[in-house]
């Protein structure tokens, strides 16, 4: 049996993109909504525990995905990679294009809420001795970072979408 590799890098880069977007989906309607019934302090540190697991989970998935459709379009750019009619080498292009989007939506929209998020769970350790450990604003820059967190997942997701569109040509 010959594979395709071609076929294969097509598949991870649409299914990639597709399972990005349904984890950021999920981690704001799911994760977040029962993490934000905490008390601020466990609140803080469940939301940065989950925060430096997606830290790396999300570029590397990010990359792979634009790797895989880079592959396709520089494929389909060069020899017509597929059949005739099957997606123009510029529809991937794009896909890989709206995937890598995700980094800037990511440091202009949610960089300044994580950095405050951090520091809040900086001084919520030190106020762990006392009675007023709590930090209302914590719930509210959780609840800001989901928020945002929704609509960064709608990245991926073109990416996806637009790679689909591609395939059926």
Do not use: C, H
Request: aromatic residues 12%; without cysteine; positive net charge.
């Amino acid at each position: 049996m010959d594979i395709n590799y071609l076929r294969v890098a097509q598949t991870l880069g649409i299914t990639s993109s597709a399972f990005l977007a349904g984890s950021i989906f999920t981690t704001s309607f799911i994760s977040i909504p029962s993490l934000l019934l905490a008390p601020a302090p466990l609140l803080q540190q469940q939301w940065e525990a989950q925060y430096l697991r997606g830290r790396v989970y999300g570029p590397s998935v990010t990359l792979f995905s634009t790797a895989n459709l880079l592959i396709v379009a520089y494929k389909r750019y060069d020899s017509g990679g597929f059949g005739e009619g099957e997606g123009s080498w510029q529809a991937y292009v794009a896909a890989a294009s709206l995937s890598l989007l995700i980094f800037p939506y990511t440091a202009v929209l949610l960089r300044g809420v994580n950095q405050k998020l951090v520091a809040a769970g900086r001084r919520l350790e030190k106020k762990a001795d006392t009675a007023d450990a709590g930090d209302e604003g914590v719930k509210m820059l959780v609840d800001r970072w989901a928020t945002f967190n929704f609509f960064r997942a709608f990245i991926p997701l073109s990416s996806a979408l637009v790679s689909i569109w591609a395939a059926l040509g």
